[in-house]
């Protein structure tokens, strides 16, 4: 079993049009790493030299990540990761 990771209609350009791609690691920053060797660039589209990059919110099981643990945030097989740009606008 793996992480599935949903991907927003603006990275699909990176997973080959895929809405879901699969990834394993124990924490965030692992499945990260681990997408980006199969889909290089997307790692950067997410997380800067701060962490998680600020306009962009991820999602693990319905939780923001960031009141988690960020990055360290523990990740195990059959979680489901949601990665949503964040939206401004008036």
Partial sequence: MA???RIPTILRNL???A???EGKG???DELFTDLDARHPGLRDRLVDGKGLRKFVNVYLN???VRFLGGLETEV???DNVT???AVAGG
Avoid: F, N, R, S
């Fill in 3 to 5: 992480i599935e990771v």
């Fill in 15 to 17: 997973t080959d049009g």
């Fill in 19 to 21: 809405k879901a791609v």
């Fill in 26 to 28: 124990g924490t965030l």
């Fill in 62 to 64: 319905d939780e923001d």
């Fill in 76 to 78: 195990a097989d059959g």
């Fill in 83 to 85: 990665i949503l740009p």
